[in-house]
Every structure is written in structure tokens, then in C-alpha cells.
């Protein structure tokens, strides 16, 4: 079994900083990329960022590139999101999502989430 736990979200103000953090655990498990997706209230799930251990790709959805960060360390099953200039449109449920060679990213192991507030 596959254990995905994110921790890092808060009460921010437009403009600061939060850095996110994931850790997937599981005996045989390893992971092939690692992301994030959020989820505003009334709204869709949507992607966010990953990466891709075995190319060292990362990937972000516009809406974020040039402010969001990720990160991580492949062989501890760790990702990292580092967000600046925070908008309050990046107000959501922030979920990681770690995946094997076999998945997409998407049909991964998620965590329970952590809510990331941007107060105006």
C-alpha cells in the first residue's frame, strides 16, 4: 500500500509565499513522476505541476509558470511546490499525486489535501 501526505498549506496574503510538501511511502513503491493538482471551491480539479524523475521534465499549468516551483528527490519520494506571488485565485485544496512507471499521473496515488488560502 501506497501513503501520500502532504503538508506545508496556510493563510497567506496576496503576494507571499508558501512552499508545499509530499512525501509518498509504500515498501516496493517507486516513483516514476510526482505532482500536484488543486481544487477551488465550486470548481474542477485541475493540474498544477509535475515532474518526471527519469527525464528531470517538469511541467506547469500557465496559469502558475513563473511563480510556482517544483521539486523534489526521486529517490526519497519527495516533491516539493514552492509558490510566490500568491494570487487569490490560487486559493484551493492542493493535492499530490505520486505515480509508477505503469500510470499516468493522474490515475496515481493521491494524498488527502491541504488547503492553501490567499487572502486580497
Known amino acids: 500500500q501506497v501513503q501520500v501526505v502532504e503538508s506545508g498549506g496556510g493563510l497567506v496574503q496576496a503576494g507571499g509565499s508558501l512552499r508545499l510538501s509530499c512525501a509518498a511511502s509504500?515498501?516496493?513503491?517507486?516513483?516514476?513522476?510526482m505532482g500536484w493538482f488543486r481544487q477551488a471551491p465550486g470548481k474542477e480539479r485541475e493540474f498544477v505541476a509535475a515532474?518526471?524523475?527519469?527525464?528531470?521534465?517538469?511541467r506547469y499549468v500557465e496559469s502558475v509558470k513563473g511563480r510556482f516551483t517544483i521539486s523534489g528527490d526521486s529517490a526519497e519520494n519527495m516533491v516539493y511546490l514552492q509558490m510566490n506571488s500568491l494570487k487569490p485565485e490560487d486559493t484551493a485544496v492542493y493535492y499530490c499525486?505520486?505515480?509508477?512507471?505503469?500510470?499516468?499521473?493522474?490515475?496515481?496515488?493521491w494524498g488527502q489535501g491541504t488547503q492553501v488560502t490567499v487572502s486580497s
Open positions: 515532474i518526471t524523475w527519469s527525464r528531470g521534465t517538469t
Open positions: 499525486v505520486a505515480a509508477n512507471v505503469y500510470t499516468s499521473l493522474s490515475s496515481g496515488y
Open positions: 509504500g515498501r516496493t513503491f517507486s516513483s516514476y513522476a
